[in-house]
């Protein structure tokens, strides 16, 4: 069982930069890749970023390339947890979301979620 924990998330103007972090706590395996999705309000889910675990290729949606960057801390064992990083930059009030990191071995890593964090940002 693999327990996903978003933090970092809150206030912003416009123009302006929010790190939200991914603490994964329990077994992973060495397929294991992780992602972000996000939530607007009255409108539907969609995919922001991901990691691939085996290749360590990044992958990004068209309205956020060029201003976020996922990244995994090489530092953690994945056997341990891991923690994954979403720096966003250039925010615009279209980036207001819930977002959620999630992980999983197929692609793009959707079996497990966590509880979402709320992205404001202000124009």
């Known amino acids: 069982q693999v327990e996903l924990v978003e933090s970092g998330g809150g206030l912003v103007q416009a123009g302006g930069s929010l790190r939200l972090t991914c603490n994964a706590s329990?077994?992973?395996?060495?397929?294991?890749?992780m992602g972000w999705f996000r939530q607007a309000p009255g409108k539907e889910r969609e995919f922001v970023a991901a990691?691939?675990?085996?290749?360590?290729?990044?992958?990004?949606?068209?309205?956020v390339t060029g201003r976020f960057t996922i990244s995994r801390d090489k530092n953690t064992v994945y056997l341990l947890g891991d923690t994954f990083d979403l720096q966003m930059s250039d925010l615009t009030a279209e980036d207001t979301a819930v977002y959620s990191c999630?992980?999983?071995?197929?692609?793009?890593?959707?079996?497990?979620w966590g509880q979402g964090t709320q992205v404001t940002v202000s124009s």
């Open positions: 990691i691939r675990r085996s290749t360590g290729r990044t992958y990004y949606s068209d309205s």
């Open positions: 999630t992980g999983g071995s197929a692609w793009p890593p959707r079996t497990d």
């Open positions: 329990g077994r992973t395996v060495s397929s294991y890749s």
